[in-house]
């Protein structure tokens, strides 16, 4: 079974600054998908950012990017220039891309993520 | 915005009682999962179902139903309610069983009382 620990369960930054979520992960998989989800308090969970685990290259999208370390299990995320409209609670997931685990994500338990002005 | 919806927004059931949930998925996708979301907590995968039928299920009792229709609409159908079920409900939508990405929609959040 799969399992996903996010260490920090709150997290806060003021506005224009950069922050740095955790996130490792548990597999015997060797094909994988990695994702954060972002939660305004509005509740839509929306993706962030999706990071294939056969690429090396770290995936990017904007002020996002991760640092994915395939041996260690790590997947972090970067927020540079922090806005206001980051705040949100903040998940990572994983999916298999085989065998029974395909189809479902299972994520880690949330960072709650504050912007200060 | 995902073009994911789903309805009704809020519901408020007592125990024992029934409840169904709808999701229409995404234009062009043909998958659709469906999470259980406790308050402070990640989603908990219930199930997903590809082409009307249930391709994969999580750590959930029977009393946890689903339905997909041919416009990959879906149910989520909750016999004898128990409190522990309130809850966030959420629907996910996929371009077919093997696409890893899912969009969510806005949920639903189950009250019992």
């Known amino acids: ?117 | 915005e995902t073009g994911v919806t789903q309805s009704p927004t809020h519901l408020i059931k007592t125990r024992g009682q029934q409840v169904t949930l709808r999701c229409s998925s995404q234009s062009g996708h043909n998958t659709v999962s469906w999470y259980q979301q406790a308050l402070g907590q990640g989603p908990q995968f219930i199930f997903q179902y590809y082409r009307e039928e249930e391709n994969g299920r999580g750590n959930f009792p029977p009393r946890f139903s689903g339905l997909q229709f041919p416009n990959y609409s879906s149910e989520l159908n909750v016999n004898a309610l128990e409190l522990d079920d309130s809850a966030l409900y959420l629907c996910a939508s996929a371009q077919g069983s093997r696409e890893a990405t899912q969009y969510f929609g806005p949920g639903t959040r189950l009250t019992v009382l």
């Open chain 1, 1 to 117: 079974a799969q399992t996903v620990t996010q260490s920090q369960p709150e997290m806060s930054v003021q506005e224009a600054e950069t922050v740095t979520l955790s996130c490792t992960y548990d597999t015997s998989e060797n094909n994988y998908y990695l994702f954060w989800y972002k939660q305004p308090p509005s509740r839509q969970m929306i993706l962030v950012i999706r990071q294939e685990a056969y690429k090396q290259q770290n995936a990017t999208e904007n002020r996002f990017s991760v640092n994915f370390q395939k041996a260690a299990k790590s997947f972090s995320l970067k927020i540079s220039d922090s806005q206001l409209g980051d705040t949100a609670m903040y998940f990572c997931a994983f999916i298999g891309a085989g065998g029974t685990s395909y189809g479902k994500l299972t994520f880690g338990q949330g960072t709650i993520l504050t912007v200060h002005p």
